[in-house]
């Protein structure tokens, strides 16, 4: 059974462009998270997909967008990239409405912004 | 909003005994515990749920009072591979990490 898995695993982009990152949750998971995790920080929850839609969004400015695909994967979308927004972007899947269980979480993808 | 954890930092020698602490300011209804490795993914250690519940995880437990938003987690008879930074989280709709604490132990 195939965990988590995040693409790409390290990622290079210049200020101001553009960025997608791809996240396969768990097997049997619908609900998928996205955090950011800056060095030496804790994850910072972006936002959550559910049901191909966006169910609860922490404090992130609208540049950063995502989208949730029938087959439950997502994709984290970042504009205008911002020396700032160089981190370690996180997947987690869940099962929605269930406190009492884990989150998984992928490997990450470490984005650079130069 | 995010729980604050204490210490920030926290250095054992195998088999000394440690305890993190995680608070909220809000009403908690379950707090998650995890363990990240340096260059990995955050791993799930345990939830623990309210009425005061105790859980464990090989010699890794924790305790969760629901009226002082707090919760503990204790590690005893630290091995090496304890060494690690470890995160609460407190779930209402979305999971939300503390700051981390950073444990080292060493030979």
């Known amino acids: 059974d195939a965990g988590v898995t995040q693409s790409p695993t390290h990622l290079i982009k210049t200020r101001g462009q553009q960025v997608t990152l791809r996240c396969s949750p768990k097997?049997?998971?619908?609900?998928v998270s996205w955090y950011q995790q800056a060095l030496g920080q804790g994850p910072q929850f972006i936002f959550q997909?559910?049901?191909?839609?966006?169910?609860q969004r922490g404090n992130f400015p609208d540049r950063f967008s995502g989208h949730q695909f029938p087959n439950y994967s997502s994709e984290l979308n970042v504009n205008a990239l911002l020396l700032g927004d160089s981190a370690l972007y996180l997947c987690?899947?869940?099962?929605?409405?269930?406190?009492?269980?884990?989150?998984?979480f992928g490997q990450g993808t470490r984005l650079t912004v130069v | 909003q995010q729980p604050v954890q204490s210490p920030q930092a926290v250095i054992l020698r195998e088999g000394e005994d440690a305890v993190i602490n995680c608070s909220s300011s809000k009403a908690l209804y379950s707090v998650h515990w995890y363990r990240q490795k340096h260059g990995e993914a955050p791993v799930f250690l345990m939830i623990?749920?309210?009425?005061?519940e105790q859980k464990g995880h090989e010699k890794i437990s924790a305790s969760f009072n629901e009226k002082k938003q707090q919760s503990s987690l204790y590690l005893t008879a630290s091995q090496l591979s304890y060494s690690g930074t470890y995160f609460c989280g407190t779930y209402d709709y979305k999971l939300s990490f503390g700051a981390g604490t950073t444990v080292t132990v060493r030979a």
């Open positions: 623990l749920l309210k009425g005061g």
């Open positions: 987690a899947s869940s099962l929605t409405g269930r406190i009492n269980t884990e989150a998984f």
């Open positions: 997909y559910y049901e191909e839609e966006e169910r």
């Open positions: 097997s049997g998971h619908d609900t």
